[in-house]
């Protein structure tokens, strides 16, 4: 089968294709974004990629293709998307297509939730391959302990990120919906995506649609800290279930999950231990929501048939994420982490676990408000308090709809804003010292700034 992907280097999409011509498709593509490490990526794959959406692209590259595979990128308009409904040739949505051609017939293992998706989705992965049952596995960012974001295998287990937005232009369901997981994870619900969710009961809504697709036999591994998700199941609820917690959490009725992590990272299920949590000691995950994302996790790869032992052990080589507090250099005694953060709850927490680590060690919140919902300031009320874990916060303010200097306020002289980012750059140079640690936060690449602030720390030693 000949696929011609739109919207290619995006990273569902992208893992996608590699998934495709893993298992021996033919797959050509497209974005208005081809450049590395996505492109240069699907090109050691053979895959043939078109800058922009040209209509051309029918006579050539796309000529023949037996199906247009259309990420959620592409809106009408589009010119090659437009010629595509025109011609009347097949397409179809990328969750759709890895339903029918891959996921069918797996024992789909999905991690659905505001936060946490990626890392969970690792750790699961991990575990299931620790355990011998190598796992297929198609995640929003590249685990260390394989270097790439998706893998093909022969194994009937297959782990996939879910994600909760939508799934294209002709199909508003969210991604999750076609994934039909027989293991469902279930990992926190906030508010989020404001450009396509009104409010968070809509949200809630697409998270029942993914619990009507689990079956009878199937178990959802449930956060019993989230009332959102509560609301959820109230909804209706036809599957095994099991919740998990942190050690302190009792909920409203008094009662108490069976599956439990302490902040020791000791794992216990009605009060009966486990085993304790432990990192390698270059790759540590900091932080309580970690330890909950770790307890997911087990409990998922538990109803794989891997016991909590065994998977507690695994977690001890789980070598992290790629952009998840992860040190990009130590320039002049100041350590530089880039990280994903960009939800407040996500931001607080991040700072909350590295401050856990270096103690009264000055911290420095690098902030690019870039998601959707944070540009058209959906979440600025609660980016002062998400930020006061930190001693400094630089929060680069180009191209945004709102008063960030005026949301931050709150902060007093703690907080700076610039739209430049060479000159936010030099402030964070200016300001850092000997010991420092700069946190970097944004889901986007933020114009190369951990390099540019490492050459710069360089400079003036």
Known sequence: MHLHILGICGTFMGGLAAIAAAAGHRVTGCDANVYPPMSTQLASLGIVLTEGYDASQLRGTAKGADVFVVGNVITRGNPLIEAILDAGLAYDSGPQWLYENVLSGRWVLAVAGTHGKTTTSSMLVWILE?????????????????????????????????????????????????????????????????????????????????????????????????????????????????????????????????????????????????????????????????????????????????????????????????????????????????????????????????????????????????????????????????????DRTFCYAANLGWDVAGALAPLGTKAAVHDNLDALVGAVVADARTGDHVLVMSNGGFGGIHGKLLSRLAAEQ
């Not at 507690?312 to 100041?334: D, M, P, Q, S, Y």
Request: net charge positive; glycine share 10%.
């Open 130 to 390: 620790s355990a011998g049952l190598r796992p297929g596995f198609l995640i929003g960012g590249v685990p260390a302990n394989f270097g790439v974001s998706a893998r093909l295998s022969d194994s009937g287990f297959f782990v996939i990120e879910a994600d909760e937005y939508d799934t294209a232009f002709f199909d508003k369901r969210s991604k999750f919906v076609h994934y039909r997981p027989r293991t469902a994870v279930l990992n926190n619900l906030e508010y989020d995506h404001a450009d396509i969710f009104p409010d968070v009961a809509a949200i809630e809504t697409q998270f029942h649609h993914l619990v009507r697709t689990v079956p009878p036999s199937g178990r959802l591994v449930v956060n019993g800290e989230e009332a959102s998700l509560a609301r959820v199941l109230a909804r209706g609820c036809w599957s095994e279930v099991e919740r998990f917690a942190g050690a302190e959490f009792v909920a409203s009725d008094g009662s108490l999950p069976a599956w439990r992590v302490a902040d020791d990272g000791v794992v216990s299920r009605d009060g009966t231990a486990h085993g304790r949590l432990r990192w390698p000691p270059d790759r540590r995950q900091l932080g309580r929501h970690n330890r909950l994302n770790a307890l997911a996790a087990l409990v998922a790869a538990r109803h794989a048939g891997v016991a909590i032992e065994t998977g507690i052990t695994a977690l001890a080589g789980f070598r992290g994420i790629k952009r998840r507090l992860e040190i990009v250099g130590v320039a002049r005694g100041i350590t530089v982490y880039d990280d994903f953060a960009h939800h407040p709850t996500a931001i607080a927490t991040t700072i909350d676990g590295l401050r856990r680590d270096v103690g009264r060690a000055r911290i420095i919140a690098v902030l690019e408000p870039r998601t959707n919902t944070m540009k058209v300031g959906a979440m600025k009320d609660a980016l002062p308090g998400s930020l006061s874990g930190a």
